[in-house]
């Protein structure tokens, strides 16, 4: 992929990498030592195009930081770890992230870091912190879809960063349409050692965690969307099902 051309949202290629650049290496430290990373051998062999990661969300920005510096590095030649941070130099330019468009336009960090590859979309449930139901925007449905068809796509199917939350339906509108290689990601830690943002850190002493599980067996033609929102659930180990229940308190006797 030449640098000096546009990618398919009019982004010229050089200014994109120059922004992961800055930002890999402004969050390098972070990261380095204290992220543990499972199962970076099944990013290997993945086509160039037409994969979606699934993954449950913690924090705004963190989680995508985290796991683009874990394709970058894993695609250059390391296993399970970030070591020597030159791989930042050589960043995959056609990945890409679903993100609020909201979130994405909360100061001048998040539309600069936007350019690193945002899909921005407008979220038809919430908005300002409000529950709202608007339809769905076509373009924005077309905008994943152009990004499958371009390279890869980082979604967070819960829509939100509360844990066990149930996978949206809409998640799975571009599984049935685009027929994807489905990878999820299992993300721990991230809430705890981050504010909301992921900008900032609030504790250093909790493991942060990214596993990267093996791609779905998934039945494109036959499946439903209630099994596909089943097996999301379960493939990033959110389902409502696995929610831990609390135990009760003994009585005084």
Request: glycine share 6%; aromatic share 10%.
């Amino acid at each position: 992929m030449k640098v000096f051309k546009k990618n398919l949202f009019n982004q010229y290629l050089i200014v994109k990498k120059t922004v992961i650049i800055v930002f890999g290496l402004l969050s390098y430290p972070r990261y380095a030592d204290r992220l543990k990373i499972k199962g970076s051998e099944n990013l290997k062999g993945l086509p160039d195009r037409n994969v979606l990661f699934v993954a449950n969300h913690h924090t705004h920005f963190g989680d995508v930081i985290a796991i683009l510096h874990v394709f970058y590095a894993t695609l250059n030649g390391r296993k399970d770890n970030l070591n020597r941070r030159w791989y930042i130099l050589r960043p995959k330019l056609n990945i890409y992230f679903v993100a609020a468009k909201e979130t994405m336009r909360k100061g001048i960090l998040p539309r600069i870091f936007a350019y690193a590859g945002s899909i921005s979309i407008e979220r038809t449930w919430r908005e300002a912190g409000k529950a709202i139901n608007r339809p769905v925007k076509l373009s924005d449905v077309q905008k994943v879809k152009e990004g499958l068809q371009e390279g890869w796509v980082i979604l967070f199917p819960q829509g939100t960063t509360k844990d066990f939350s149930p996978v949206r339906e809409g998640s799975t509108h571009f599984i049935k349409s685009e027929k994807p290689v489905v990878v999820p990601l299992v993300l721990k830690g991230f809430r705890e050692a981050y504010t909301k943002s992921g900008l900032i850190t609030k504790d250093r002493t909790v493991e942060i965690a990214i596993n990267i599980k093996k791609q779905l067996d998934i039945d494109y033609e036959n499946a439903t969307t209630e099994e596909l929102v089943d097996l999301l659930g379960h493939a990033i180990e959110q389902h409502p099902s696995m929610k831990p229940k609390l135990k009760k308190k003994p009585r005084p006797t």
